[in-house]
């Protein structure tokens, strides 16, 4: 595995119909990649990754480090070895989310984004614990703690993906954010940087691993429509 | 790299609007399997490659050895190491490809496929050489010249993928053939099994490696519904 590679553990497809078991450990996940976003088993809140250490934001606003036995159904990591560093002033997401795909000809390339620095809003959310038998991804997230920010200083970390590959991940931005005082985490819905510093790293390789001795996994039927419409539903 | 992952160079989307380019060398894409099909610079028929040797079927319907040097848009291998082998008798297509998805759940798996042995009935097609500037793929394969053969002594060999991957490759059976007196080959549209040996080597890993340095796939505007017709009238 080198620097050139995203490895993806899951697919947010499987997420979908409800798929919410913990199919690799965070321990073993971490030996793919030190940076990166996941979800715990039975969606329980959202991971962020940074330097090697994994966080969980959980739907009750508190920010943990997880242990290396917890698992999970979905995440994304590479090991860090940005292309590009940039120092970056008062942008809006949207203006941010554009320069970069135009910049940086995202458009048809996996690439992880990481943000560190002052943001002069933040509004992230935290999906909430499910027990067996579980809904839909959509069900499950209907209603979820938000969480918000004014000033904040942190790291947005994350994918873009090209939309071809929706439904294995995340067409386009995927990104989660981690306050530095751990106040502040989960799913980012918006934000506002006041300044920062941003690095971009592009990716020739996209490695899926996927859960084929989970039976749950191996029977599910599977429906691109349903996945594409609810991925937009539940993960912008 | 190890025998448990399908490396794929490209995607089948980016056959759709015409980018035909080759992108990698046969020589670089047989460091990453033994096993494997794709297609050359220009659309310039069908390739099968086999114990590490890469052939292309032309429209002509001639076979030739593939020169280390000559490069493809789109291919998959994988070094063969299969988990399991059976013979099998008087099986058309369907029955064969119905009882591999039912006995070795292939459902949402990545799995390849290798069957040899005698065939009472192969049709094969295969896509015509086009020049600049390229079509797409459905105008470029509308007319495609077909090749048949009764009691074939050969190899079936290509992959199996989940249809939630339709678009970055096609969505459930991929599959080529070569004939062991190297008469008849190409893209598999219909086959009947007289007696032969069928080996299924499932993969937990699937590891896209995208062209990330062509400008033509960079600026690229895809569109996902359109690859999704395109492969459907294009790939069965």
Same mark, same amino acid.
Request: no cysteine.
């Given at each position: 595995m080198t620097a050139n590679t995203i490895y993806q553990h899951g697919t947010l497809g499987l997420l979908v119909?409800?798929?919410?078991?913990? =199919?690799?450990?965070?321990?073993?996940?971490?030996?793919?990649?030190?940076?990166?976003?996941? =979800?715990? #088993? +039975?969606?329980?809140?959202?991971?962020?990754?940074l330097d090697g250490h994994a966080y969980q934001a959980r739907e009750d606003?508190?920010?943990?480090?997880?242990d290396a036995t917890e698992t999970m159904p979905f995440a994304s990591v590479h $090991?860090?070895?940005? #292309?590009?560093?940039?120092?970056?002033?008062?942008?809006?997401?949207?203006?941010?989310?554009? &320069?970069?795909?135009?910049?940086y000809q995202l458009e048809n390339?996996?690439?992880?984004?990481?943000?560190t620095g002052t943001f002069k809003h933040i509004k992230t959310r935290v999906a909430p614990k499910q027990t067996r038998p579980y809904q839909t991804l959509v069900?499950? =997230? =209907?209603?979820? @703690?938000?969480?918000?920010?004014?000033?904040v200083t942190g790291t947005i970390i994350g994918y873009y993906a090209p939309h071809l590959? &929706? +439904?294995?991940?995340?067409?386009?931005?995927?990104l989660h954010f981690l306050s530095d005082d751990h106040q502040l985490g989960g799913h980012l819905l918006g934000f506002d940087i006041d300044q920062a510093t941003v690095k971009v790293q592009?990716?020739?390789? $996209?490695?899926?691993?996927? @859960?084929? #001795?989970?039976?749950a996994?191996?029977?599910?039927?599977? #429906?691109? &429509?349903a996945i594409d419409t609810a991925i937009n539903k539940a993960e912008r």
């Open positions: 119909p409800g798929l919410f078991e913990g =199919t690799i450990t965070a321990g073993e996940l971490l030996t793919h990649g030190d940076t990166g976003i996941g =979800t715990l #088993d +039975g969606l329980n809140g959202e991971v962020i990754i606003g508190q920010i943990r480090e997880i $090991f860090e070895q940005p #292309d590009v560093s940039v120092d970056v002033k008062g942008l809006s997401q949207a203006e941010f989310e554009q &320069q970069l795909l135009t910049e390339v996996f690439a992880a984004v990481r943000v069900a499950a =997230t =209907t209603k979820q @703690p938000e969480f918000e920010g004014d000033n590959f &929706q +439904g294995a991940t995340v067409g386009g931005y995927h592009r990716f020739a390789d $996209f490695k899926v691993h996927l @859960p084929i #001795d989970n039976a996994y191996l029977q599910e039927k599977f #429906d691109n &429509q």
